[in-house]
Each structure stands twice: as structure tokens, then as C-alpha cells.
């Protein structure tokens, strides 16, 4: 997630001086869309108690993959019908930047964890 972190800052600054501090402001919101999304999938796989059992894993990952979908379709949504400004293209473009950069970015950092977890033993602490 500090790879989502620094992606949903560098989004926002970049969309900032691009195209106004609304547009910045846009796009950290749609990088927060993810965060919030995958820190609940991490709670759920990584740090609820319930989950930690061998038995419920696998149960808990599908639960924390449909919760993460949910979450982002909820936020989404709610954003589009509240809030009138967001749907202006502007807004539209700068919150689907910082939300594909923030994705991005832990698709990579996953990806980087597996392979390295490939050549060592034990990186659950990473």
C-alpha cells in the first residue's frame, strides 16, 4: 500500500499542475477510491483474526476480493451521484488517473512481492 501511497500523491501533483488543483484533487480522490478498497481486502486476508485459521483463507481471499469490487463500485457511484462537479470530463479524466495510477502501482508492487517470494523462503512481512 506505500506504493499506492506514493502513486496517489504523484497523481495528484501531476494532475494539479496540469490541469488545476480541482482536477489534483479528483485524481487523489480516485486514488483513495483504491486504498480504501484494498486495505479492507488486506484487513480481510492478512489481519483479521477469524481469517488466520487454515481453514477460512481461502473463503476470506473471495470475500476480500468481492468486498474490494464492491467497496470501488460503491465509491464510484456514490461520487458520480453527489457529487455534480465530479462529472465534469476534467474531473472525470483526473479521477480515473489517480485511480489506474494507484492500481498500477500495487499490481507491480504485487508482482515484485511474488518474485521475490519465489527466491526466498519467507516475505510475509513485507
Known amino acids: 500500500m506505500r506504493a499506492q501511497l506514493i502513486a496517489v500523491v504523484v497523481a495528484a501533483t501531476v494532475a494539479a499542475l496540469v490541469a488545476g488543483p480541482g482536477t489534483g484533487l479528483a485524481a487523489a480522490w480516485g486514488g483513495a477510491i483504491s486504498l480504501i478498497a484494498y486495505a479492507w481486502g488486506g484487513f480481510q486476508v492478512w489481519l483479521?483474526?477469524?481469517?488466520?485459521?487454515?481453514?477460512?483463507?481461502?473463503?476470506?481471499?473471495?470475500?476480500?476480493?468481492?468486498?474490494?469490487v464492491a467497496i470501488m463500485l460503491a465509491l464510484f457511484w456514490l461520487t458520480f451521484s453527489k457529487v455534480p462537479s465530479m462529472r465534469e470530463l476534467i474531473h472525470v479524466m483526473g479521477l480515473f488517473f489517480g485511480f489506474l495510477l494507484a492500481q498500477i502501482a500495487g499490481w507491480i508492487q504485487v508482482a515484485r512481492l511474488e518474485?521475490?517470494?519465489a527466491r526466498e523462503t519467507d516475505r510475509q512481512d513485507d
Not at 49 to 65: D, H, L, W, Y
Request: zero cysteines; proline letters at 8%; aromatic letters at 0%.
Open 48 to 68: 483479521h483474526p477469524g481469517n488466520r485459521a487454515p481453514k477460512r483463507m481461502a473463503t476470506a481471499a473471495m470475500r476480500a476480493e468481492a468486498g474490494t
Open 115 to 117: 518474485n521475490a517470494g
